[in-house]
């Protein structure tokens, strides 16, 4: 692997993003909705929300809706990384250009999680901005929140670019991993999880929930309760069990997304 070939692939990328439409649009949504949630809390909850804590601030914050942001950004940018090549036109361009595939990947791939991260920090900023005001302080593991959004962007994007791979159109991606994230894997866990009683490892949005978790000194992995005399079970990331769920989606996915990409045969 050649690295100024990785440098020029994730520069290119990197600045195509962030000139795009979709970056600016996602950003400024991203940031629109953090200012009206910190408003709108700090406006109507002054009081009860003075009487807490700078973590329990922040938690509340992160958990109405980080999970959801993430795949919705991680969606747009990983969902077509790879299948705008192997479903348009511009194929035929980059896979002329004498450089392996799995840096073409990587560099796209890069540049996806960093112009996803981006996005996400602006909403986690306003959120400590939040804090400060109403507090004169933010979190002290604030940086911590910070260092899990980033593994889980990339694990994210990771998940998006091998649905991008899987299909030609570079649409599908994007709608599957959203679907999928939305719908489907919600349902799934809560069947898993609240009926089973069985901890939803398998799934990158209970990993996930560690960005906001770490913010609590202490919690409870398990619970259950019995509901009409059906036991109904809870489940909750550790912190380590949440890394290593993350690092598998991002090690396993970026592993496929590259050898479908390499070995696909690429139609015009």
Known sequence: MSFSQYLTSLKYQLLFYIRSRRFIGLLGIAIAISLIFTVLDIHFDYSLLKSGTDSSFLYGYLSSFIIFLTSIVAAFFGGDLISIDTGTQSAYYSMVQPVPRSIIVLGRYTAAVISTFIILLSYVLIGLGGSYYLYGSIPSKS??????????????????TFFSALFKTPLTGMII?????????????DVVSDFVGYAPYMFITFGGEIVYLVLLSKYSTKSVSTIHGIKM?????????G?????LYLVIFTALAIILYKYKEVKG
């Open 143 to 160: 940086y911590l929140v910070i260092l899990i959004l980033l593994l889980f962007s990339a694990a994210f994007v990771a998940f998006a």
């Open 177 to 189: 991993t959203i679907l999928l994230v939305i719908i489907v894997f919600p349902i799934i866990q």
């Open 233 to 241: 079970y809870s489940f909750l990331p550790s912190f380590y069990e």
């Open 243 to 247: 890394i290593i769920i993350l690092a």
